[in-house]
């Protein structure tokens, strides 16, 4: 029996990320970056900061020691070649309004602009403006961010209360995702030259040729075996 094997080679991808959210002494600290007691303070969560490529996780935006506002708006900023929002979800202050252009569209723009509107001010303090359900499209390390509303950023984080007055909260940080590949997917290898029931009369040269691949790394070499006798390798493509 003719057997093949394909080996692959694989890169050293060691990843390092940092992301902790805790409260101490009276102060919020939210990825390692902190805001003073009892300041405005938008920050980011994540239900895991470490999916595998094509699971989905989930982004909240969460609000501290918010004073009554009536309408709000909120910016998320993602790098669109490592995830891509999938769903908006209404958070604890349900004057909710999602996004509304078209998922290709916010995805391609790497923004989520949201918001909410009430017809007057609600009682402020803790809660959270949105959740937002990303998948993860490729490995490695990547951010998702917000900020505050500026000349530069018209959409970003801003509370409105009922006079007009616009609140501008402190941001906590960057949310830090570290996406992982989900495993070591084998390489796939065939046989491709001689076809199979190809028949030959001996004494013959037979020249055997095979086609690898490896979807999330490369070949490094193609072993040809009869039975468990090798019978010789190659490197590179096509393999014979």
Same mark, same amino acid.
């Given at each position: 029996m003719t057997g093949l094997w394909a080996e692959k080679r694989e890169e050293d991808k060691t990843m390092k990320y940092r992301g902790f959210a805790c409260r101490l002494a009276g102060c919020l600290l939210a990825l390692g970056v902190g805001a003073a007691a009892g300041e405005t303070t938008v920050s980011l969560t994540a239900s895991t900061t470490t999916p595998n490529v094509n699971d989905t996780f989930t982004v909240t935006v969460n609000l501290a020691d918010a004073p009554p506002f009536a309408n709000w708006q909120a910016l998320l900023k993602f790098d669109k070649t490592k995830v891509e929002l999938t769903a908006q979800a209404t958070g604890t202050f349900n004057t909710f309004v999602p996004d509304s252009r078209a998922l290709a569209t916010i995805n391609a723009s790497g923004e989520v602009r949201s918001g909410?509107?009430?017809?007057?001010?609600?009682?402020?303090g803790n809660g959270t403006l949105g959740v937002f359900t990303f998948k993860a499209l490729a490995a490695g390390s990547t951010q998702i961010t917000t900020e505050q509303k500026s000349?530069?950023?018209p959409f970003g984080d801003v509370l409105i209360q009922q006079n007009?007055?616009?609140?501008?909260?402190?941001?906590?940080g960057p949310l830090n995702i570290t996406i992982g590949s989900g495993g070591n997917v084998p390489p796939t290898v065939s046989i491709t030259s001689p076809s199979s029931g190809a028949t030959f009369t001996a004494p013959a040269n037979i020249t055997i040729? /095979?086609?690898? /691949?490896?979807?999330d790394?490369?070949? /490094?070499?193609?072993e040809f075996f009869n039975g468990s006798t090798k019978l010789g390798e190659d490197t590179t493509s096509p393999y014979s």
């Open positions: 909410g509107f009430g017809l007057s001010n609600n009682g402020g000349a530069g950023s007009g007055t616009e609140v501008l909260p402190a941001i906590a040729t /095979a086609n690898a /691949a490896d979807s790394g490369s070949i /490094a070499k193609v």
